[in-house]
């Protein structure tokens, strides 16, 4: 059992946080082009939804892959992530935030965000981070219409409004 001494845990990344303000679309997944976690975001290549990639810029990104809830198995968890083995190849299906609000995980302490900052990403591999990209750094682009919604927990755990 673990105790929560201080603060309850933000939430769980690629968990939709206000279910009453929010568009999700589905979408195919493809298999060959894995996200590593939910949360990210990403954009269209052909029919699929797929992660960034290192040139992508942040026009290309047409939404957030959302973490399936509720389920019935680890396979139907997994089957959308990298780390599925049961599945290979082929398309799979997922859900897309387009509109709405989402915990997401920026990869380090997250208290010390503040309302409405910024959302960046690096692009190759899509990681979330609150931190403004070094002067001439092109790897790193602000989401538009994304901003954080307040201070996050010390696992990196922060909720952003997108396009609301």
């Known amino acids: ?7 309850m845990p933000v939430g769980i990344a690629g968990a939709i946080s206000r279910p009453q303000d929010l568009t999700v ?3 195919l997944l493809d298999a060959t082009l894995a996200f590593p976690v939910y949360g990210l975001p990403g954009k269209f290549s052909g029919n699929s939804f797929v992660p960034l990639v290192a040139g992508d810029t942040a026009a ?5 892959l959302v973490r399936p809830y509720p389920t ?18 082929g398309l799979r299906t997922g859900d897309i ?14 208290t010390g965000i503040t309302r409405n900052a ?3 990403c690096k692009l190759a591999g899509g990681a979330l981070t609150p931190d403004a990209p070094a002067e001439g750094d092109t790897t790193v682009v602000a ?4 901003v954080f919604t307040g201070a996050g927990d010390a696992d ?7 396009k609301i």
């Open 143 to 146: 989401i538009p219409n994304a």
């Open 1 to 7: 059992m673990t105790s929560l001494l201080y603060r």
């Open 25 to 27: 679309e589905p979408a």
């Open 97 to 110: 935030l387009k509109r709405g609000y989402m915990t997401v995980n920026v990869g380090e302490d997250a």
């Open 156 to 162: 990196g755990n922060a909720e952003i409004s997108y």
């Open 72 to 89: 019935t198995s680890n396979v139907d968890f997994n089957h959308q992530l990298a780390v599925d083995s049961e599945l290979t190849g």
């Open 118 to 120: 910024p959302v960046y």
């Open 60 to 64: 290309a990104i047409t939404g957030f």
